[in-house]
């Protein structure tokens, strides 16, 4: 008896192990055309290798799909419950509504409190954020459920630097409560869940670097490793931040990172997105880890599952998908059970279709982008975006009176500060959202002595 119940402790170890870290895929429903969720489901777990969803929602309908297929569930907590979870009732509530129903049919492993809260969240929600995650912690353990995670995805817009890697560090205005999160993910044994996307720090002397394509590689300077791929400098970054500040032991997770195969620009096409998420899998199931974090298989969740033509956005926000909404694939990733065509893990499977891309006007050659005020957005929302790029010691003396880009249109002076800004922070296209006031544009905005950074 003592030997069966050890051959069984042993296989029950060896599959706990094998599932342990997985490539997933985030499933978001931002579109009018996609297959109904027990289809979804039935085709994830018959048709490919991923074993990992991450939901941006709770929807009944997906999370009930996807019980006794043994694939592991992320839901998302929507940002504007956040402060209302601080209370341990208003917990456990959601808990019995959400969660319960379901669980454990449905494998759900994460409970993920909103998305990206420290760079759209304002400072009420951020200050929320901790409290929230513990109290939603102690709400499950009461409502005996012990092996679900409450994590967090953040942008790398919460950091300061991040080239090279191990000069990574957080910026100083979100630092105390990445301190907070951080010592919560230690004591529940939860991962710290960071987008890494190479995709907005592209640019064509990067490119191959970015895809994970042959290059020459980049070498720390301060600690002699040596990168040959985009994806693990910034997961080692985001590595050297939280050990700058103690927290080095906690499980990083890649909430999010993907390519789209079709946008205004080159860089988005079938074959960019073929190699870098085909490359992605073939480097994350390899165990090989990081030069920080080596022989580790970092948990991973490719963005996204479906091209989704009714995300807000750029053309690229809306082809990010592995598969079109009738689970064609839009170029083959390595994730089909059986590839029928025989392609190799990278190799584009056919054309994608881009869904109504924008069309620049007069594109400018090198790829250069710049970061523009929305001809919608309001006053008040450009006048703050100045206010918060002076604050963050871009110099502003070129929009006041006398400088090459004084304007008495607001629209002009916050367009000029915000290219500054997001040039400063390594041109990634979050850097140009200004909670949607902001957008990229192909097309040179200076204008006579004005000249804007590109």
């Known amino acids: 008896m003592a030997t069966t119940k050890l051959l069984l402790y042993l296989l029950l170890l060896v599959q706990l192990t094998a599932t342990a870290y997985s490539i997933g895929v985030n499933y978001g429903t931002l579109a009018d055309n996609l297959p109904p969720p027990a289809q979804v489901a039935n085709f994830i777990k018959t048709q490919t290798t991923i074993d990992a969803v991450k939901l941006f929602d709770a929807n009944p309908d997906i999370i009930k799909a996807f019980a006794n297929t043994n694939i592991s569930l992320t839901i998302t907590i929507p940002n504007g419950d956040i402060q209302s979870l601080i ?181 988005c096409s079938v074959q960019n997105a073929a190699d870098y998420n085909g490359n992605l899998i073939k480097h994350i199931e390899s165990g090989k880890g990081t030069p920080l974090m080596p022989n580790r298989k970092i948990e991973t969740y490719i963005f996204a599952l479906f091209n989704e033509n009714q995300k807000p956005g750029s053309a690229a926000e809306k082809n990010f998908g592995l598969f079109k909404p009738d689970m064609t694939p839009v170029y083959n990733a390595g994730v089909m059970r059986n590839q029928q065509d025989g392609a190799t893990p990278g190799k584009p499977a056919g054309p994608a279709k881009p869904s109504t891309p924008a069309t620049p006007t007069t594109p400018v050659a090198g790829g250069k982008k710049w970061c523009v005020a929305k001809s919608a957005a309001s006053n008040q929302a450009l006048q703050s975006n100045i206010d918060y790029v002076c604050s963050t010691g871009v110099d502003c003396k070129s929009i006041q009176p006398g400088g090459a880009c004084f304007d008495n249109d607001v629209r002009a002076r916050a367009s000029y500060l915000m290219n500054a800004y997001y040039q400063a922070n390594g041109r990634h296209d979050f850097n140009c959202d200004f909670s949607g006031s902001g957008q990229i544009t192909t097309t040179d905005p200076s204008h006579g002595s004005c000249k804007y950074n590109a």
């Open 87 to 267: 209370n341990l009732r208003t917990a456990r509530h959601w808990i019995i509504d959400h969660v319960k129903p379901f669980y454990p049919a449905t494998k759900i492993k994460y409970i993920a409190m909103g998305s990206e809260v420290l760079h759209w969240g304002d400072d009420a929600l951020k200050s929320s954020l901790v409290p929230a995650m513990r109290t939603f912690h102690n709400a499950l353990i009461r409502e005996g459920i012990k092996d679900v995670k409450v994590s967090t995805p953040h942008s790398l817009g919460m950091m300061l630097s991040s080239d090279p890697p191990s000069t990574g560090r957080f910026r100083p205005e979100v630092l105390p409560i990445l301190a907070k999160l951080l010592l919560f993910c230690r004591q529940t044994k939860s991962p710290f869940m960071v987008n890494p996307y190479p995709f907005f720090g592209w640019s064509p002397e990067k490119e191959n670097y970015a895809l994970f394509r042959p290059n020459s590689g980049v070498r720390d300077k301060f600690t002699g490793k040596f990168y040959t791929n985009m994806f693990d400098g910034l997961m080692d970054a985001v590595y050297s931040a939280a050990k700058a500040i103690g927290f080095g032991d906690v499980d990083l997770i890649a909430g999010e990172t993907g390519w789209p195969s079709a946008c205004e620009l080159p860089v």
